[in-house]
């Protein structure tokens, strides 16, 4: 059995890994267009490589039921005995899972040395723009006509246009889209919102809050606790990339909202009482235990020192104006549609003997291992059917 995969990130190197570390005699090829594999994992949990959540909500995911099918058959146990049956050692911070060297660099060495001792071939720095069913097998086409043949079988684990400089770029859609699969618009994910409104005096000011998405009517359409970012043209932070995913979800759009809460610890009228306490107490410096001077001078300056100022601190509104592009996106929203892969092995309905892992699908999780976790659930439910 041969195997071409193409596509060199996580998804990519999973399925390659998985795929030999079960039947050591197929041959299998990963091609990627760029000079260098899984760029894109470098910069993952901050350099740390966030690998998996222990708590993998189907929830958490834009297609949970999707999702959830396969998270039945592998649940998180499952995806922790995989890496450690590879040789990877695991260090569990709260619900998070790293690799034990809590590096993202010496993770993704280990992982071509795997590929290495599985004499697993890696062709780099050349781009696979299509691919064909000659006769029995598959073959493919580099950019520059060249054509390798005599594949039995085709994954495909292009992922999706989130972080182009990083090699995630898109550009196979278009092959994808030939061979007549249906995709949603690819939009970016995991990045910080624009929104509408004076941020003046508050441009990298850091504060816990919870944050709502909300519709035109006021609907909470998700909520998130965290810490906040504030930026010159709107807000950053895990909390609020994960509310931008969530928005960028929404087909049909029209307006929404963000609305935060600073100090979600008390109610208005709590709130209320303990800035009139301190106020007393302290006159002319009281708002220092609340905010730097800065900060203070915003909100006073639109809000006023009253309740005015009281109802922002507990629920300044913002329309937003946009989101922030791929090039500093985590993720992408869309991709491939699900229903154009069989639930269960990730085989394309309309293709015999390809399949579609990780990002190329349209499946995003939200921020915390999600997406990586996505990346080797796919590959190990494509692989166990091969």
């Keep these: 059995m041969k195997i071409a995969i193409i596509g060199g990130g996580a998804s990519g190197i999973y399925s390659a890994i998985l795929i030999k570390h079960s039947h050591p005699e197929y041959e299998v090829v990963v091609f990627d267009k760029e000079e260098k594999a899984e760029r894109k994992m470098y910069a993952t949990g901050n350099g740390h490589c966030n690998l998996l959540n222990a708590v993998l909500s189907p929830d958490y995911f834009n ?104 090699g995630s770029d898109g550009s196979f859609f278009k092959a994808v889209e030939r061979h007549g699969y249906k995709i949603n618009p690819l939009l970016p994910g995991l990045v910080p919102l624009k929104l509408e409104g004076n941020f003046r005096g508050l441009d990298g000011y850091r504060h816990k809050a919870r944050a709502y998405l909300k519709d035109e009517e006021g609907k909470i359409v998700h909520q998130e606790d965290g810490e906040l970012l504030y930026k010159d043209d709107g807000l950053s932070g895990i909390m609020m990339f994960n509310l931008e995913s969530v928005y960028a979800r929404l087909r049909n759009k029209g307006r929404y909202f963000i ?52 109802k922002a601190l507990k629920g300044e509104r913002f329309l937003i104006k946009g989101t922030y592009p791929f090039t500093l996106s985590q993720v992408s929203i869309g991709g491939v549609k699900v229903d154009e892969v069989d639930p269960s092995t990730l085989e394309s309905k309309r293709e015999p003997g390809v399949y579609l892992v990780g990002e190329v699908l349209d499946v995003d999780g939200l921020c915390g291992g999600y997406n990586l976790s996505w990346a080797l659930l796919s590959a190990l439910a494509m692989s166990e059917h091969l």
């Design 63 to 166: 297609e949970p039921s999707f999702v959830g099918a396969l998270l039945k058959r592998h649940p998180v146990s499952d995806l922790v005995s995989t890496l450690e049956g590879f040789g990877i050692e695991l260090l569990k911070n709260d619900d998070l899972y790293y690799p034990l060297s809590y590096s993202a660099s010496s993770y993704v060495s280990f992982l071509e040395n795997l590929a290495k001792a599985l004499h697993i071939v890696i062709n780099l720095g050349d781009s696979i723009v299509d691919y064909s069913l000659d006769g029995k097998v598959y073959s493919l086409r580099y950019a520059n006509g060249k054509v390798v043949s005599g594949f039995d079988k085709v994954v495909i684990a292009t992922g999706g246009m989130s972080s182009p400089k990083l």
């Design 259 to 310: 609305e935060v809460d600073l100090f979600p610890e008390y109610g208005e009228t709590a709130l209320r009482d303990l800035l009139n306490k301190d106020k007393k107490l302290n006159p002319s410096f009281y708002l220092d235990a609340y905010f730097p001077k800065t900060v203070q001078s915003r909100f006073i300056s639109i809000y006023g020192n009253d309740d005015k100022l009281v």
